[in-house]
């Protein structure tokens, strides 16, 4: 495995969460540790916005890099892996309450994502995974039942927004509870009744996910969790298309890392045609094919040979690479890289990010935010499409007066000389917000 340069934050700390690492690339970190030329600012502010910290200091530990580390950092990370393992073991024991509750009723429901990873071990570690909730999926017919056993637990509901496009979209419409919150404690419950909304549903039916369902046994309880090739399918799909991850280059590498530990955990027993045909059938074919191309470039995870390489994939590559370093950079949290020509290199990527969200966004909006079968909805997709980019707040701040200036404060910035950076240490960064 190739170690990458440092003026790339986003794959080098790709390259400390790979599960793939041999002996040789874990040796090459090791020395670039030791000859003291990491920029751990920049990779801890990477790990944190990409919420994949404790995984960072969980992969350190095994890979036998932690003493490498400036104590001061090392101690951060284990405090905080610490606050996460009580708070994991805290999600571990409302999973289980709710499983509990659950079964006293008869109602199946299905672990998905991080509460999934809690049957199998995934990590090996409790506190590897930062989880926001827990989800479960539960039939239709079993909502209302679900919600006042929630409500029994002390959950108290919490609204959100989703239910202004009832009845408007057949694939918008809310596809989970309102979210359930226990006071005093971090548990809060998402109960699902589709496994998502939009492109992301559409390739993983409700049928499909129910037939392709499988019994863990789990600390006295039998959860239901998606079978291999099915988690794997669902997983890929969330982290890329509900939010427009892959069209606005903001791929998470948290999200990245669990691909690539459920690709080496199942590996044998995941049926890859079925996966790609599944995303290809619902316009997802190139995406499906950059995120594999993401963990392979980036965490060293085999390809399949069932998924036929494209030699347009690594362009999309450095286009998610770059845009998370570019981002960081204008936020004040990383240097540009220090050769002008480099620099130039990220100046241009960043316009073609732009570029590329601008013009794939409407094709997003149409399949997601405007879907409904049929040619008939066609004048009422436009409309919804038309009336989605007229109301966004963020038209203002690009087509106002201080666009063009913003602009042209960020292209200095990056083209600053090196030696004038000192000056700027007090300087706002163009673009940057307070507390982020």
Not at 64 to 74: I, Q
Request: hydrophobic share 40%.
């Amino acid at each position: 495995m190739k170690v990458p340069s440092q003026d790339n934050p986003y794959a080098f700390l790709a390259c400390f969460l790979s599960p793939w690492k041999d002996a040789k690339t874990i040796e090459t970190l090791a020395e670039e540790i030791d000859r003291g030329k990491v920029h751990w600012e920049s990779l801890l502010h990477m790990a944190n916005v990409h919420l994949c910290t404790p995984l960072w200091l969980v992969r350190l530990r095994k890979d036998g890099l932690l003493p490498f580390l400036p104590p001061d950092l090392r101690r951060y990370l284990e405090s905080l892996h610490e606050a996460n393992v009580a708070r994991n073991q805290a999600l571990r024991k409302a999973t289980r309450e709710l499983l509990s509750k659950l079964n006293e009723s008869n109602v199946p429901a299905i672990l998905l994502k991080g509460a999934a990873s809690f049957c199998d071990d995934l990590y090996e570690d409790v506190g590897a995974r930062m989880m926001v909730d827990i989800d479960v999926l539960v039939k239709p017919q079993h909502s209302e039942l679900v919600r006042d056993r929630l409500l029994e637990l002390g959950y108290h509901e919490e609204p959100d927004g989703f239910g202004e496009s009832v009845g408007c979209f057949d694939s918008y419409a809310p596809h989970h509870l309102p979210p359930f919150r226990k006071p005093g404690t971090p548990a809060v419950i998402e109960a699902h009744i589709r496994p998502s909304r939009g492109q992301a549903g559409r390739v993983l039916p409700l049928d499909v996910v129910w037939r392709h369902s499988q019994v863990k046994t789990w600390e006295g309880l039998s959860p239901l969790v998606l079978a291999p090739s099915y988690r794997l399918l669902h997983h890929t799909a969330h982290a890329l298309v509900p939010f427009g991850q892959f069209v606005g280059s903001t791929v998470s590498l948290a999200q990245l890392a669990e691909f690539a530990y459920l690709v080496a955990r199942y590996g044998s027993a995941l049926n890859w045609s079925e996966w790609f045909r599944r995303g290809a059938s619902q316009g997802l074919g190139r995406q499906f094919r950059v995120y594999l191309n993401l963990a392979h470039e980036l965490m060293a995870m085999p390809l399949p040979l069932e998924v036929t390489r494209v030699c347009w994939a690594r362009r999309h590559v450095a286009r998610v690479s770059v845009a998370a370093n570019y981002r960081a950079c204008l936020y004040g949290h990383q240097n540009p890289p220090a050769s002008l020509v480099e620099r130039g290199k990220w100046l241009g990527i960043g316009i073609y990010v732009l570029l590329h969200r601008c013009l794939t966004r409407p094709l997003w909006v149409w399949h997601n935010l405007c879907y409904k079968k049929g040619l008939r909805s066609v004048p009422f997709r436009l409309f919804h499409l038309f009336r989605f980019f007229v109301r966004r707040r963020a038209n203002k701040s690009r087509l106002g007066r201080k666009a063009p200036r913003n602009t042209g404060k960020k292209m200095a910035f990056l083209l600053t000389p090196r030696h004038l950076w000192g000056r700027r240490q007090d300087v706002p960064v163009p673009g940057a917000q307070p507390g982020r």
